[in-house]
């Protein structure tokens, strides 16, 4: 037994694809059990039993096809408009774009890359340094996955088995306090250059509104809906897709007809990627649980594990590690399962868990040296990797704080639910 | 299952399968967007909606994460850790390669065949979905699926004993 998971094991460092270790897993398990293999594919047609799931690829199509827009840059007009006079307003424009944008399409890579590239060049002329720019636009990218309508949360919710609407209420505050963290960290760290960006102009104001009209829309309807709980999740997600496609393809007309089938393709071969790990999981889940890994698991830490608050240390380190070398989609099918019994026995709320989880996993994609966001903005920026690292630690060690703060305050992330 | 371990390149088969799976991708995935708007439209607007549309849309669920999933497997970019292979040398890495590929590849065609034997029994039962239709139908799209990812990885194996084989990609997404 310990042999075939190490066996597991070094073929997923050696890159296998995970769909194939945990489905291994899942039929050696079962096998070993003497339960009949069809149990697995029984447990992946679950897909087909999960209503929420329509969500996921709605709004993954929705977020390519913003990406392929120039949504990005109308939202930094204006936001820049809106906030860019104030003292450091360029610093905050970047964390609120970035944040938003990493809402609604839920790759933070692909936040670096859409909107990165379109600050780092206005924040340099801005007078803030090279460096400062390149760790806040690294950074920036991983802000927003606690925000609706986050595929993180979503997917936590689903493995979990908790509201989906509540997580979303709970990753409010949270939110906010890593956007404001970092946006207080831009202010003292330029409190030399406090020159603003532009005078503020009421005429600017109009033109960038004029010019996002039809999407401005949009995050009211969705997150409105949301969280007024109007719409459920899957109809936020097919609302938010058909505005998406009227909005980006017959009015604005910057995404074409003729690229419409390579987007449908790029998000589909992701939301095929996510659901089969997922649905494989479902069965992997269920042999552990037939094999008590999870008691066996609660009775290994609480031998060593006496209270709350070194286990939730421990939490943070694990997930950091985690985060770093796992894509948060798989890590969530992996490891929340394991981890949601453990944590109830230190008596952590699975919401809070939801919220400390997918907190701390954002921090792990920043993690020198191989979160995979160092590796996108290197890439964008064409910067070494290096001084990427170093360029990014300050952030790193605000977002570490503020990750701190999210786990020991359960307050922060439950005080809005409703009992 | 299929097992003829042709090089995937840009041949006319290879296009052919590339527009047949973007085609039914994208079937799928409008019928889902048109499906899932109409619903909201009837709820709010008339307070109804169709019985039988969320049953439908959660097998549409399915079939575009089945079909996702061998896009993905011909573009290789299925969810993967990768920490150790960029580390080795060349021809190391053309080794495990070869390695990780057939063991995809081996577990996916035990996935079709346990697929393929859980729709003839669900065939058998007679089990229905939607009302009268039957529950195998839209069930075949597993072993379907895997058994073409099966063929994909066995199919892909080849490129790595050319010269130049191209990088990895990067691993997530």
């Known amino acids: ?419 | 299952m299929e097992s003829r371990p042709e090089v995937a390149g840009s041949g006319p088969a290879e296009r052919l399968g590339r527009r047949v799976e973007n085609a039914l991708l994208g079937i799928v995935l409008f019928a889902m967007i048109g499906l899932s708007a109409y619903q909201v439209l009837l709820r709010s607007v008339f307070g109804g909606g169709l019985a039988w549309a969320d049953e439908a849309l959660r097998l549409l669920v399915l079939w575009s994460a089945m079909l996702g999933a061998v896009a993905a497997s011909r573009d290789n970019v299925h969810l993967r850790i990768d920490l150790l292979s960029r580390f080795l040398p060349t021809n190391w890495r053309r080794a495990t390669a070869v390695v990780v590929d057939l063991f995809a590849a081996g577990v996916s065609a035990i996935l079709a065949w346990y697929s393929w034997r859980f729709v003839a029994e669900t065939r058998e039962f007679g089990d229905q979905v939607l009302g009268t239709w039957p529950a195998w139908g839209f069930q075949a799209i597993l072993p379907v699926a895997f058994t073409l990812i099966a063929y994909r990885y066995l199919a892909g194996l080849p490129r790595h004993f050319r010269p130049s084989s191209p990088p990895a990609g990067l691993d997530a997404a």
């Open chain 1, 1 to 419: 037994m310990i042999l075939t998971s190490l066996a597991l094991v070094l073929l997923a460092v050696l890159g296998a694809p995970l769909f194939a270790i945990i489905g291994a897993g899942a039929l050696l398990g079962f096998a070993r059990t003497g339960v009949d293999l069809t149990a697995v594919p029984i447990e992946i047609f679950g897909i087909a039993e999960t209503p929420i799931l329509l969500a996921i690829p709605l709004f993954t199509f929705a977020g390519f096809v913003l990406s392929e827009s120039r949504a990005a840059a109308r939202l930094v007009r204006l936001s820049a408009a809106l906030i860019g006079w104030l003292p450091g307003g360029l610093a905050m424009v970047a964390v609120a774009t970035c944040s938003l944008f990493t809402a609604f399409t839920g790759g933070s890579g692909v936040t670096i890359i859409a909107i990165g590239a379109l600050l780092f060049p206005a924040l340099v002329q801005a007078g803030y340094s090279e460096r400062f720019t390149l760790g806040l636009v690294t950074s920036s990218g991983s802000l927003g996955l606690l925000f609706a309508p986050s595929l993180p949360l979503i997917i936590y919710g689903i493995i979990a088995e908790v509201s989906i609407d509540s997580l979303f209420l709970a990753g409010i505050v949270p939110g906010v306090l890593m956007m404001l963290a970092l946006a207080a960290f831009c202010l003292w760290r330029n409190r030399e250059n406090r020159r603003p960006m532009a005078e503020f102009s009421w005429q600017e104001v109009r033109g960038a509104i004029r010019e996002s009209i039809w999407e401005l829309p949009l995050p009211v309807v969705v997150l409105g809906g949301i969280y007024s709980g109007y719409f459920a999740v899957s109809e936020a997600a097919a609302v938010t897709v058909v505005y998406v496609l009227v909005v980006e393809l017959l009015i604005y007309r910057e995404v074409s007809w003729r690229r419409l089938p390579a987007i449908v393709r790029e998000s589909m071969v992701l939301v095929g990627g996510i659901l089969l790990i997922l649905g494989i999981s479902l069965a992997s889940t269920n042999y552990m649980i037939d094999a008590q890994v999870p008691q066996q698991l609660i009775e290994l830490v609480t031998r060593y594990v006496t209270d709350q608050t070194s286990f939730l240390l421990l939490l943070i380190a694990f997930l950091l590690l985690i985060g770093c070398i796992l894509h948060i989609f798989s890590a969530l099918v992996l490891v929340v399962p394991l981890m949601l019994p453990v944590a109830a026995k230190y008596g952590v709320d699975p919401i809070h868990l939801g919220i400390i989880f997918v907190a701390t996993m954002e921090l792990g994609y920043l993690l020198p040296p191989i979160g995979l966001n160092l590796y996108i903005s290197s890439y964008r920026f064409n910067k070494p990797v290096l001084e990427v690292c170093l360029a990014t630690l300050p952030f790193i060690l605000i977002l570490f704080v503020a990750v701190l703060l999210i786990t020991f305050i359960p307050a922060l992330s439950l005080a809005l639910l409703p009992n």
